[in-house]
């Protein structure tokens, strides 16, 4: 049966840029890793498919608020062995990582987790980035994409370098039967990897291969080879939109899967709709106009901080020409040509979530909006983005998800240990 997906993206102390500002924030633990832990409880008391970690490699405008601080796969170990079924998954940076090391420590957690791990692959996307791996600048779209290619594609065939059965272990004999453990013997246009991994295959075969593309490359590689997909959708219809034509991409592919796609989600609950939206305005009035501004400008890429803040959004470049995220400016565009805000309008409006879908509302009314979505071809589930932490995401497993349950949308209990096993998803053969 068709049920719901959520996972929960954790970032500092929530989405909403002011968040770390807000009197009940916990910023002094964001360097504790039981921070991160109790999180992750939360989310697994409320049956949650996985929790989520983005990352970045350079720190600007550190004055600003916190975005990155203990590195994810580190943690990733810690979270394996203070929880028992909830998903873990981590971005990796296909321009910056290697696919041996990136294999290697991803394995080695699909171990820790007894089969809990999952990798979101991303290209990165800014210079300062770059500068902090050896790059004057960041290599332009078509290299990265073609990078991501060849680093998903050598990381999968290190995933199947040892078989099934290759691990005997026979005191009087072989510890691995050595026709059972192959070289890879990868050759490109990126990597050089002989191969094989230093440890044996894992509990799920392969770690679960998220992606979120958003441009024609990206929406290409998504559609041959993610196993689950993240989005940016602002509203229902373009929501459709991204699912029906990933949907179609799988199908072309040939793959015969069904790959799960979620869009990001910010969620406001409160017992009426004037507690949801006094929520919404606390955060929102903390928030300097100063670091919107700069926030935006990392958006739409360029700078902004002399736009005037109760005019008209000054005209866009098209999506064509921008050489950033591009699901992300499509949003901004589309929110632009949609609402016809003034800049101040318009930081209010991202603020939170950058222009994911929002939902402000009582538990009902929002679970309302999330099963419209699921129903009509606009998610198979959601990337939970709280503006605050913990009490974005306690108000949700406690107020929203038990709605979901009494509607049969979303499980009671988990069915399974693994991560693909929560998104129904098959073990791949070696």
């Given at each position: 049966?068709?049920?719901?997906?959520f996972n929960?993206?954790?970032m500092?102390?929530?989405h909403?840029?002011?968040a770390?500002?807000?009197?009940?924030s916990?910023?002094?633990?964001?360097?504790?890793?039981?921070?991160?832990?109790?999180?992750?409880?939360?989310?697994?008391?409320g049956?949650l498919?996985?929790?989520?970690?983005?990352?970045?490699?350079?720190s600007?405008n550190?004055?600003?608020?916190?975005?990155w601080?203990?590195?994810?796969?580190t943690?990733?170990?810690?979270?394996a062995?203070?929880?028992?079924?909830?998903?873990l998954?981590?971005t990796?940076?296909?321009?910056?990582?290697?696919?041996?090391v990136a294999a290697?420590?991803?394995c080695?957690?699909?171990h820790?987790?007894?089969?809990?791990?999952?990798?979101?692959?991303?290209?990165?996307?800014?210079?300062s980035?770059?500068r902090?791996h050896?790059?004057?600048?960041?290599?332009?779209?078509?290299?990265r994409?073609?990078?991501?290619?060849?680093?998903?594609?050598?990381a999968l065939?290190?995933f199947?370098?040892?078989?099934?059965?290759?691990?005997v272990m026979d005191?009087?004999g072989?510890y691995?039967?050595?026709d059972?453990?192959?070289q890879?013997?990868h050759?490109g246009?990126?990597f050089?990897?002989?191969?094989p991994?230093?440890?044996?295959?894992?509990?799920?075969?392969?770690?679960?291969?998220f992606?979120a593309?958003a441009?024609e490359?990206g929406?290409?590689l998504?559609?041959?080879?993610?196993?689950?997909?993240?989005?940016?959708?602002?509203?229902?219809?373009?929501?459709q939109?991204?699912?029906?034509?990933?949907k179609r991409r799988?199908?072309?592919?040939g793959r015969g899967v069904?790959v799960?796609?979620?869009?990001?989600?910010?969620t406001y609950?409160?017992?009426?709709m004037e507690?949801?939206?006094?929520?919404?305005?606390?955060l929102?009035e903390?928030?300097?106009a100063?670091?919107?501004l700069?926030?935006?400008?990392?958006f739409?890429?360029?700078d902004?901080m002399?736009?005037?803040?109760?005019?008209?959004v000054?005209?866009?470049p098209?999506?064509?020409?921008f050489?950033?995220?591009?699901?992300?400016?499509?949003?901004m565009l589309r929110?632009?040509?949609?609402?016809?805000p003034t800049?101040?309008?318009l930081?209010?409006?991202?603020?939170?979530?950058?222009?994911?879908c929002t939902m402000?509302?009582?538990?009902?009314?929002?679970?309302?909006?999330?099963?419209?979505?699921w129903r009509?071809?606009?998610?198979?589930?959601?990337?939970?983005?709280?503006p605050?932490?913990?009490?974005?995401?306690?108000d949700f497993?406690?107020?929203?998800?038990?709605?979901?349950?009494?509607?049969?949308?979303?499980?009671?209990?988990?069915?399974?240990?693994?991560?693909?096993?929560h998104?129904?998803?098959?073990?791949p053969?070696?």
């Amino acid at each position: 049966m068709r049920q719901l997906h959520f996972n929960l993206f954790i970032m500092g102390c929530g989405h909403h840029k002011a968040a770390w500002r807000h009197p009940d924030s916990q910023v002094e633990r964001l360097g504790d890793v039981r921070f991160y832990e109790e999180l992750t409880q939360i989310a697994e008391r409320g049956k949650l498919d996985a929790i989520f970690f983005a990352d970045g490699q350079s720190s600007d405008n550190v004055s600003d608020g916190p975005r990155w601080f203990l590195e994810p796969l580190t943690m990733m170990a810690a979270l394996a062995r203070a929880t028992e079924r909830i998903g873990l998954i981590s971005t990796v940076s296909s321009t910056f990582y290697t696919p041996f090391v990136a294999a290697r420590m991803l394995c080695s957690l699909d171990h820790v987790s007894n089969g809990r791990m999952g990798w979101n692959v991303v290209t990165s996307m800014f210079d300062s980035e770059a500068r902090n791996h050896g790059y004057e600048a960041m290599p332009d779209h078509a290299w990265r994409y073609a990078r991501a290619e060849e680093f998903v594609d050598t990381a999968l065939q290190l995933f199947d370098s040892w078989s099934d059965s290759a691990l005997v272990m026979d005191r009087k004999g072989d510890y691995a039967k050595v026709d059972q453990v192959r070289q890879i013997l990868h050759k490109g246009d990126h990597f050089l990897v002989d191969g094989p991994l230093t440890l044996p295959r894992s509990p799920q075969g392969q770690p679960v291969l998220f992606q979120a593309g958003a441009s024609e490359q990206g929406r290409d590689l998504a559609a041959r080879k993610a196993e689950a997909i993240y989005a940016v959708a602002y509203d229902l219809p373009s929501a459709q939109s991204y699912y029906r034509d990933i949907k179609r991409r799988v199908r072309e592919a040939g793959r015969g899967v069904d790959v799960p796609v979620m869009p990001g989600l910010v969620t406001y609950v409160g017992s009426t709709m004037e507690e949801a939206r006094r929520k919404q305005q606390e955060l929102d009035e903390l928030l300097p106009a100063e670091t919107s501004l700069r926030q935006l400008g990392m958006f739409v890429g360029q700078d902004c901080m002399n736009w005037e803040l109760d005019a008209p959004v000054p005209p866009l470049p098209p999506l064509e020409s921008f050489k950033g995220p591009k699901g992300r400016y499509a949003t901004m565009l589309r929110i632009v040509e949609m609402e016809k805000p003034t800049v101040r309008q318009l930081l209010g409006r991202i603020a939170a979530g950058g222009g994911h879908c929002t939902m402000v509302g009582t538990p009902e009314s929002i679970a309302d909006q999330i099963e419209q979505w699921w129903r009509n071809e606009g998610a198979d589930g959601f990337n939970l983005m709280p503006p605050s932490l913990p009490n974005g995401i306690r108000d949700f497993v406690e107020q929203v998800i038990p709605v979901l349950q009494k509607r049969g949308l979303f499980r009671q209990e988990y069915e399974h240990a693994t991560l693909r096993g929560h998104l129904g998803l098959e073990r791949p053969a070696a």
